[in-house]
């Protein structure tokens, strides 16, 4: 499975789907009780942080939401703040009649992910 992987400061392991079919990959990989996140808006890999949920702490999940936010379209076509929405595993689910890489969910919470935010983790990962 060809999946973006990145490490947060902690030392947890963050997975980035790259396309539709990879996202399914990732979706299907996630152990329940593990935590997903995605854009608002469509077009962004889903992004699975590889701990409980309830071992993660709000930076831990706001650092896997820039990432998110990084990779997503919204951010490529405005470059403005984004919005990434944060979800348990266990609350996906996945109609016959959706489209590769699209799945429903249940019940999320949102987090505002700066501007300011995803230009630093760019310079960060491009070694600025």
């Known amino acids: 499975m060809a999946?973006?992987?990145?490490?947060?400061?902690t030392g947890k392991q963050v997975f980035l789907g790259?396309?539709?079919?990879?996202?399914?990959?990732?979706i299907?990989?996630?152990k329940n009780g593990e935590l997903l996140l995605h854009t608002s808006k469509p077009g962004s890999p889903f992004t699975n942080i590889k701990a409980p949920s309830?071992?993660?702490?709000?930076e831990e999940i706001y650092d896997a939401a820039v990432m998110c936010a990084k990779h997503?379209?919204?951010?490529?076509?405005n470059k403005k703040d984004v919005l990434v929405h944060y979800f348990l595993s266990n609350d996906v689910n996945k109609e016959k009649d959706m489209k590769t890489g699209t799945f429903g969910v249940k019940?999320?919470?949102e987090i505002?992910?700066?501007k300011q935010d995803i230009l630093e983790f760019e310079k960060l990962k491009n070694g600025s």
Do not use: C, G, H, I
């Open 54 to 58: 309830s071992e993660l702490t709000p």
């Open 3 to 9: 999946l973006r992987q990145y490490t947060l400061s």
């Open 18 to 26: 790259k396309s539709a079919e990879t996202n399914e990959e990732l």
């Open 112 to 114: 505002k992910v700066k």
């Open 28 to 30: 299907a990989q996630a």
């Open 107 to 109: 019940k999320f919470k």
């Open 72 to 77: 997503s379209q919204d951010w490529r076509d």
